[in-house]
């Protein structure tokens, strides 16, 4: 399936449901910059209550069957308003099509439902993203830091992160 | 005289679980990998692996770099195939500028990156033997891997982190004679892999111990997101190479070997075979190798237009991902890495389950991690 129709079957079961237009070139603009790269993907940006239900939907589906989570990560943004996103990138190993779900978060004490019992790939991913970003995942068995240490100060990967200096920097 | 069991039947005797500290420093963990084991007996019930011993930041580290000086650190994460390291990061980074390298350069790259894969596979299977008790495979193969390390040395300067396939195409062209040193390299490496059949494939104790141990079903392996030849020894065919094709794969002709149980024979059965087809795809290359340039203009200070990608190429363990936002600057805005022994990994807390503590070794050395990709 192409992307319209991807999204086509998505909004005939749910409504709150936005599709992220490709980036476009600032007016004015000058023109050695290069024009806005981005995959030809179908991108989806989902309310954070709706999230699970939308990977329901987009794992049962038989027209979507997005069998597999190819990656999961977080990126944190503090321009213009400060925001943290959850992105999923999705492949249907049926179809062998692919599709990106953006799910916006509130910077402070962010949370998200796990996808761990549909996808059990988003088990370490989860704690990845958890680990790097302090995004917590609900229903996740085991939301512990993975590859930091337990007592580690911080969310490394959040853009406000500031490197306190220990023995190491000498 | 027949031997008659002995019944234990004391009212006082309790059995327990035990826990079982597997790692981090044991030589078949092949890096810093910790594996908790619970053991019924020698039934493992329970293992949860701990990883994080090599984790150097990446990701962060990316943030602080400008585009090329991402390619150096590119190369640690997995440095038994660097190649491919290079490859998905040039390549991410080539799709946001818009820069399309000359034909001679992805030749170039297919080269390379195949040749890696060979080197990549050797490890793993001297390294398999080893684990298996089986001590002589490892010489042969790390004999032949350093023919290709030889190669590599004449190409870029480097062994393991060859920092050779640049942004827009690659450090520099073939040296005078390399093409013959590596067409003679070749005759002399397909006579070895009957050797190995010999060695190690056709080893009943071999097979004994790795087939019907640690099968991993279709489904689990979608559900776990394995990829590369894990989930190809599972019995799904699908190879980046073939399926979505880049770098001009789509030119070469090639097969590619699927298992049929899942079981650690087949992972390894799968590897083994597709370093017969990377000599296919190698001498191909070599064959027709085009006339011309082998890097595109870039401009010297890197700034790609905004944009956002997501980049993926069939590396000797799996999908390697890159997911990349660039906010116009010289440095990348965010930049995640989908490893592929990070996922691979997380099916041992499945797979071990029920198995016997002396087939864990097995099992985990089947999966082909590197410990530096997993943590990054």
Redo the contacts between chains.
């Keep these: 399936m192409n992307n319209s129709e991807i999204f086509a079957v998505l909004r005939t079961q749910m409504t709150d449901l936005a599709e992220i237009p490709p980036?476009q070139?600032p007016a004015g603009a000058p023109a050695h910059?290069?024009?806005?790269?981005?995959?030809p993907h179908l991108y989806i940006n989902c309310p954070k209550e709706k999230w699970f239900d939308l990977a329901k939907l987009l794992k049962g589906d038989e027209r979507l069957s997005f069998?597999?989570?190819?990656?999961v990560?977080a990126?944190?943004y503090l321009k213009p308003e400060p925001l943290m996103e959850v992105?999923y990138?999705l492949y249907s190993?049926a179809h062998?099509h692919r599709m990106?779900v953006k799910v916006p978060l509130s910077r402070e004490n962010g949370a998200i439902a796990s996808v761990i019992s549909l996808?059990?790939?988003a088990?370490?991913?989860e704690r990845e993203v958890y680990d790097?970003f302090g995004i917590y995942f609900e229903n996740h068995p085991n939301c512990t830091?993975?590859?930091?240490?337990d007592e580690f100060p911080g969310w490394?990967?959040r853009k406000d992160f500031v490197h306190i200096p220990d023995r190491y920097d000498d | 005289m027949a031997t008659e069991a002995i019944r234990i039947s004391n009212p006082d005797l309790k059995t327990e679980e035990m826990i079982l500290n597997l790692g981090p420093q044991h030589p078949s963990t092949h890096g810093v990998l910790r594996v908790l084991l619970k053991l019924d007996g020698e039934v493992i019930t329970s293992s949860q692996p701990d990883?994080?011993y090599l984790?150097r930041?990446t990701?962060?580290l990316a943030e602080n770099r400008t585009y090329p000086q991402m390619l150096v650190i590119s190369d640690r994460w997995d440095y038994l195939s660097a190649m491919s390291n290079n490859l998905v990061w040039c390549l991410a980074v080539e799709?946001?500028?818009?820069v399309t390298p000359p034909p001679r350069a992805d030749a170039l790259r297919v080269l390379m990156v195949e040749l890696n894969r060979i080197a990549s596979h050797l490890v793993f299977f001297g390294t398999y033997g080893i684990d298996m008790g089986a001590f002589t495979p490892f010489l042969y193969a790390f004999r032949e891997r350093e023919k290709i390390l030889d190669l590599f040395e004449e190409v870029s300067g480097a062994r393991m982190t060859y920092n050779y396939i640049r942004i827009g195409g690659v450090m520099a062209d073939l040296p005078e004679y390399w093409i013959g040193k590596c067409r003679s390299f070749l005759e002399w490496f397909k006579p070895r892999l009957l050797e190995y059949d010999t060695l190690l494939t056709g080893n009943p104790i071999f097979q004994d111990r790795t087939k019907r141990v640690g099968v991993l079903s279709k489904d689990?392996a979608?559900?776990?997101?394995v990829t590369g030849p894990n989930l190809r020894g599972s019995g799904?065919s699908?190879d980046l190479r073939k399926?979505e094709p880049y770098c001009g794969y789509e030119k070469y002709q090639f097969d590619v070997p699927v298992g049929s149980n899942g079981d650690c024979w087949d992972r390894y059965w799968v590897r083994v075979q597709e370093m017969k087809e990377s000599v296919k795809i190698v001498e191909q290359a070599l064959d027709r190798l085009p006339e011309g340039e082998c890097n595109a203009k870039v401009p010297r200070l890197l700034?790609?237009?905004?944009?956002?990608?997501?980049t993926?190429i069939e590396a000797p363990r799996g999908?390697l991902?890159i997911?990349c936002?660039s906010d116009?600057q010289d440095k990348p805005?965010?930049v995640?890495v989908?490893a592929p022994s990070?996922?691979n990994?997380?099916m041992l807390?499945?797979v071990l389950v029920g198995e016997k503590i002396s087939d864990m070794i097995a099992i985990l050395g089947s999966i082909d991690i590197v410990l530096g990709e997993v943590?990054?």
């Design positions: 980036l070139l910059e290069g024009k806005p790269y981005r995959d069998d597999f989570l190819t990656m990560t990126v944190d992105v990138h190993f062998r990106v996808w059990k790939t088990d370490w991913q790097m830091r993975i590859l930091m240490w490394p990967l | 990883v994080g984790h930041g990701e962060k799709k946001l500028l818009g689990l979608l559900d776990y997101g799904i699908f399926d700034k790609p237009p905004k944009g956002e990608v997501y993926q999908h991902g997911y936002i116009g805005y965010r995640h989908r990070f996922m990994l997380t807390q499945e943590d990054r």
